[in-house]
């Protein structure tokens, strides 16, 4: 009986034991809650702590960054652009004790950062025209290369994503100021115009790109065509040359023929024969073959040696 005193005294006071210490790890902090009301300071320090057993609970909060991934929302712009704004932010639990109370858990405070971030940036994105939100600087793009409508890529930016994007951090650091959270950042992580606008920006996207290889084609033609016009002029220049200059060759050859026929014709008598037989016996080459026939009269100096060596 009394060992059974004794287990049931020893079981007690490890129950006890083990309600009334508690360990706070690093990444957490704890309130103390008495029959559900807050009581004394945070405990945020890591370590071993105590609390009363039984009428007091602990509630552990993180200490960490927390995430907050908003959804994709369909949002107008000062100039009447209807988007798609995909955002997400970054938060912690700054005071535990007001969490608590204004809040009481993260599915509590992701719900209220759902109303909170989505409102504000509907307000900052129906403040501004389109090109502000999409860009952040002034640079001028290449508008030949893209499809976009160039009052959009040539239009001034006054503000800018980054600082849209600094409005909304801003407000929304404001209205959560009393629910024990901070915001840390705010970005948005996908702009998109809707299905119907971005078809059409598609579509004038796949035009420019069209008129883009049909300006390429249209100057490949051209180069084209005045390679083989410079291919044509230089090759008739070419034989037109080589043309001159063969004539040039037979002139002087034809001339210097003459001369060597007029040489031997003013030289001796048998010297004259020689060359007046060795013509005529070219042109009989040139003129008489196995079929021709020929009609001259006996006297006829073309056949003067045919006559000779007749039988």
């Given at each position: 009986m009394k060992r059974i005193?004794?287990?049931?005294l020893v079981l007690l006071a490890w129950i006890v034991l083990n309600s009334s210490f508690y360990i706070v790890s690093e990444p957490e902090q704890v309130i103390i809650t008495q029959f559900g009301k807050p009581v004394g300071a945070p405990v945020s320090t890591p370590g071993l702590a105590f609390k009363l057993p039984f009428i007091q609970k602990i509630h552990r909060f993180d200490k960490r960054f927390l995430e907050w991934d908003g959804d994709a929302n369909e949002l107008p712009t000062k100039d009447k652009r209807f988007i798609w704004v995909d955002s997400y932010a970054r938060w912690r639990i700054s005071d535990p004790l007001l969490f608590f109370q204004r809040l009481r858990d993260e599915r509590g405070a992701q719900t209220r950062l759902d109303d909170i971030l989505d409102g504000e940036t509907r307000n900052a994105i129906a403040n501004h025209d389109?090109?502000?939100?999409?860009?952040?600087t002034n640079r001028q793009p290449d508008t030949t290369q893209f499809g976009e409508d160039e009052s959009t890529l040539l239009a001034h930016?006054?503000?800018?994503r980054e600082a849209i994007q600094a409005i909304v951090l801003a407000a929304a650091k404001e209205r959560v100021s009393d629910l024990g959270i901070e915001i840390l950042d705010v970005r948005f992580k996908r702009i998109n115009y809707v299905e119907e606008v971005r078809r059409k920006v598609y579509d004038r996207m796949v035009a420019e790109r069209n008129r883009i290889a049909d300006r390429f084609r249209s100057e490949g033609q051209g180069e084209a065509l005045r390679i083989r016009g410079a291919k044509e002029k230089d090759l008739k220049q070419i034989q037109s040359e080589a043309y001159r200059k063969s004539q040039e060759i037979i002139g002087k050859a034809d001339a210097e023929a003459t001369s060597i026929?007029?040489?031997?014709?003013?030289?001796?008598?048998?010297?004259?024969s020689f060359y007046e037989f060795l013509r005529t016996m070219e042109s009989y080459s040139k003129t008489i073959d196995d079929g021709t026939t020929l009609l001259l009269s006996t006297d006829n100096e073309f056949t003067k040696y045919l006559e000779s060596i007749r039988p």
């Open positions: 005193m004794i287990a049931g389109l090109v502000e939100v999409i860009r952040n930016v006054n503000t800018g026929f007029a040489g031997a014709y003013n030289r001796t008598a048998d010297t004259r």
